[in-house]
């Protein structure tokens, strides 16, 4: 595997999700190997963050503001129950959720309960992207995941 190629088609392909505003391109992305942190809040200056997860490692939100949150797979979806993952959060506690690829799919995986993420695009690669968003705070609170081999 060559990260930084696969990387800079994943950062091009993110520009190209409708889901997804502009700005992310340019949020420098965050890499999530093994476990990690992913921050989202409601702050002035909050940037909707582009994460690499390699497949299999386990994501948790974490709130930089007082607020909660509950993120899912697009929320722009018309029909939130297609969500394959809902993690809520308040400051450092939150849920976890492990995500992989499966066969050119991405599967969340949520106290032993497994579902395919329907709106997943695959990238060059073997890779796939997953968007995401608060449903509390879906205009602002956004973000997506380049999920790697
Ligand atoms: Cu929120």
């Known amino acids: 595997m060559r990260p930084l190629p696969l990387l800079v088609a994943a950062c091009a392909a993110l520009a190209m999700v409708p889901a ?8 420098p992305a965050l890499l999530c190997q093994g476990s990690c942190t992913i921050p989202g809040g409601v702050l002035p200056g909050f940037l909707p963050p582009v994460s690499v997860v390699t497949s299999g490692s386990a994501v948790t939100w974490v ?4 607020a909660g949150h509950l993120n899912v797979e697009n929320a722009l979806l018309p029909d939130q129950l297609a969500t ?7 400051g450092a506690s939150g849920a976890t959720v492990v995500f992989r690829l499966d066969a050119g799919s991405v599967v969340a995986e949520v106290d032993g309960r497994e579902r395919t993420c329907a709106s997943a695009q695959p990238l060059a690669g073997g890779a796939a992207v997953l968007t995401y968003a608060c449903i509390i705070h879906a205009l602002t609170m956004k973000g997506a995941l380049v999920i790697i081999p």
């Open 20 to 27: 997804l505003p502009a700005e992310a391109a340019a949020v």
């Open 63 to 66: 709130g930089s503001d007082a």
């Open 84 to 90: 394959c993952f809902e993690a809520s959060y308040a």
